[in-house]
Each structure stands twice: as structure tokens, then as C-alpha cells.
């Protein structure tokens, strides 16, 4: 052994202080290895939710598009339908385009309460006693009855005025 300076108590003293030394140190390590992990947990918890807004904000953005094209397509169909009353051609134009329109239109709205949030559904759902006493006033019209040309257009109106409030808080909403 080499020649050791000191009291055995001196020696003691200082194995002790670097006994000591050494588990603070590895105590501070093992703190702030604790501190980042907590960190890091953190930050992730923000990303993801981050993450699961974006994908939230992209479906409702795709339910509502697929609203407002088929709600579009039903106006123009419903139009060439009420157009056609009376010609051999509106049985063609009810049964090949402006049926399956009502459908998409139901299917897309279904989609759309069910992503939209609260205020939206709302707003939504204001369009629908509108589209459907259009509906009612042609299933009438093409089953023989009159159509009442102003009350028709005073709906149709009313329809799109619903319809534009509904799409302007989905737009407040996603974008």
C-alpha cells in the first residue's frame, strides 16, 4: 500500500465525503432524469392532443364540404324536377337524380351531426324543416298537385338562407 497520509479517522472522513459525494450526485441524476422524463411526458400529453384537434378539425371540415356539395346537388336536382313537372322526362329526372340527391343530402347531414359540435348540429338543424317541406311541396307536385310557384321559391329561400348560416359557423368552426 502506498504511503497514506493522515489519521485513520482523516481517511475515514474523506471516504465518507466521497461516499457522500458520490450518492448526491447520483441522487441529482436520478432528479433530473425524473424532471425530463416529466417533461417530456408533458410535452407529448400537448402534441397528441394537438394531434387528436387537427384530425377532429379535419373530419368535421370533410363532413361539412360533403354537406354543402350535397346540399348543391339537391337544389339543382329539386329545380330540374319542379322545371320538368308535367313532361314525360320528370319521371327520369325524379327517379335518377334528384332521389339518390335527397339521399347523399340525408347521409352527408347524418355524418355532419354527428362530427359537428353542439352550436353546429344547431345551425344544421335549422336547414331541415326548410328542405323538407320542399321535399313535401314536390313529392305533391310530381304525384299530380299544383305546385305553388312563390311558396315553393319563398322555401327555397328560406332553405338557403339556414343553410348559408349553417355553413358560415362551420367555417368559424374549422378554419
Do not use: C, W
Amino acid at each position: 500500500m502506498p504511503n497514506e497520509q493522515g489519521s485513520p479517522s482523516d481517511r475515514r472522513s474523506t471516504r465518507q465525503n466521497t461516499a457522500f459525494a458520490a450518492l448526491s450526485g447520483a441522487l441529482i441524476g436520478a432528479v433530473v432524469g425524473l424532471v425530463g422524463s416529466v417533461l417530456v411526458f408533458i410535452q407529448a400529453e400537448r402534441v397528441q392532443d394537438a394531434t387528436e384537434n387537427a384530425r377532429q378539425s379535419d373530419v368535421r371540415r370533410n363532413a361539412y364540404a360533403e354537406v354543402g356539395t350535397s346540399s348543391q346537388s339537391f337544389k339543382t336536382e329539386i329545380s330540374s324536377v319542379v322545371n320538368l313537372l308535367g313532361e314525360v322526362e320528370v319521371q327520369e329526372q325524379h327517379n335518377d337524380h334528384y332521389v339518390p340527391a335527397i339521399n347523399k343530402l340525408m347521409q352527408a347531414e347524418t355524418t355532419a351531426r354527428l362530427v359537428g359540435t353542439t352550436e353546429t348540429r344547431k345551425m344544421l338543424a335549422q336547414t331541415v324543416p326548410h328542405r323538407e317541406k320542399l321535399m313535401e311541396m314536390v313529392a305533391e307536385a310530381y304525384q299530380g298537385e299544383v305546385l305553388d310557384l312563390d311558396k315553393y321559391l319563398a322555401e327555397m329561400e328560406k332553405y338557403e338562407k339556414s343553410f348559408e348560416a349553417f355553413l358560415n359557423r362551420a367555417d368559424d368552426e374549422v378554419i
